[in-house]
């Protein structure tokens, strides 16, 4: 959301074809697994949803800020 602040759309569709992108690899591998636990596989979304929404704020803070702050927010990710 960092980029072109004054209107966000180039932030806003950036944002939205990663988690697109993300939330389709993750409908894809779950079904993969089938129905082998349902609620620990929703347990598990519903993280991993709560991570990358703390990584994307993390990623649009170090957008707006130094470069070392964007450096350690994609370092938390390794």
Request: hydrophobic share 40%.
């Amino acid at each position: 959301m960092a980029e072109a602040p004054e209107t966000g759309e180039n932030g806003r569709f950036l944002r939205n074809s990663i988690v697109e992108a993300m939330w389709g690899d993750v409908n894809t591998r779950a079904k993969k697994l089938g129905a082998i636990n349902p609620s620990r596989t929703r347990k598990q979304i519903e993280e991993l949803s709560e991570q990358f929404q703390a990584a994307l704020i993390a990623y649009d803070e170090g957008l707006m800020s130094e470069d070392t702050v964007l450096a350690a927010a994609i370092c938390e990710d390794f």
